[in-house]
């Protein structure tokens, strides 16, 4: 059974800093687009950053210069570097494996306070 197991969520001060991990147990994770979305209270979700597995990234406007995703292969590991969080970026943040099936984790919980 294919499992994304997000973790790194946390509680953190405007401008503090976090690092969200996914770990994925897919086989040839390698042939995946890895991404995380999230989504606030009330709002829909939307497309944080993804990395394809060729290593191209893109970015949601509101979270470029700041938000940095990065991928492991030999980890089976998808990461989102955050800094300069501000109080917007609250959320249930989700890691996805796109690929032959798309694969979406539970989600972790980012708040940050002002």
């Known amino acids: 059974q294919v499992q994304l197991v997000e973790s790194g969520g946390g509680l953190v001060q405007a401008g503090g800093s976090l690092r969200l991990s996914c770990a994925a147990s897919v086989s040839f994770f390698t042939i995946y687009t890895m991404g995380w979305y999230r989504q606030a209270p009330g709002k829909q979700r939307e497309l944080v950053a993804r990395i394809t597995p060729s290593g191209q990234t893109n970015y949601a406007d509101s979270v470029k210069g700041r938000f940095t995703i990065s991928r492991d292969n030999a980890k089976n590991t998808v990461y989102l570097q955050m800094i300069s969080l501000k109080p917007e970026d609250t959320a249930v943040y989700y890691c996805?494996?796109?690929?032959?099936?798309?694969?979406w984790g539970q989600g972790t919980q980012v708040t940050v306070s002002s």
């Open positions: 996805t494996a796109t690929g032959p099936v798309d694969y």
